[in-house]
C-alpha cells in the first residue's frame, strides 16, 4: 500500500470518531507550467507541481467535506473536525433562501 493509501485509510479509521458514519477521501493532483518568451528569448520559466487531499462525510444527516494540501496528523485531525463543525451547524429543517 502506498503513501497516499496509508494516509487515506488513517483519515477513515478516524471519522467516526468526530461522529460521521459515512465519508470518503480523494486526491488531487495538478501540474502547471509557464514560459515568458519576449523577442524570441526565454524570460522565465516556472513549473509547478500542486496536490491535495479532500475529505467528505456524513454526520446525523447531513454532508460536509473540507480539504488541504498537508499530509500531516494534524491536517488529518483539522480536516475532521472542519467538517465535523460544518455538520453540527447545517440544520436541513432551515428554510432556503433560494425558494423564495
Known amino acids: 500500500m ?7 485509510l488513517k483519515i477513515i ?15 488531487g493532483n495538478a501540474t502547471a507550467m509557464s514560459i515568458m518568451i519576449l523577442n524570441g528569448e526565454v524570460q ?7 496536490q ?8 446525523k444527516g447531513q454532508m460536509a467535506s473540507s480539504a488541504t494540501n ?5 491536517a488529518i485531525e483539522f480536516m475532521l473536525s472542519s467538517a465535523s463543525d460544518s455538520c453540527d451547524v447545517l440544520d ?5 433562501l433560494y425558494d423564495k
Open 13 to 27: 479509521e478516524k471519522a467516526p470518531s468526530y461522529g460521521f458514519e459515512e465519508c470518503e477521501v480523494s486526491f
Open 70 to 74: 498537508e499530509f500531516t496528523d494534524d
Open 2 to 8: 502506498g503513501e497516499k493509501e496509508q494516509f487515506a
Open 92 to 96: 436541513d429543517e432551515d428554510e432556503d
Open 44 to 50: 522565465s520559466y516556472e513549473r509547478s507541481n500542486d
Open 52 to 59: 491535495g487531499i479532500s475529505f467528505r462525510g456524513k454526520k
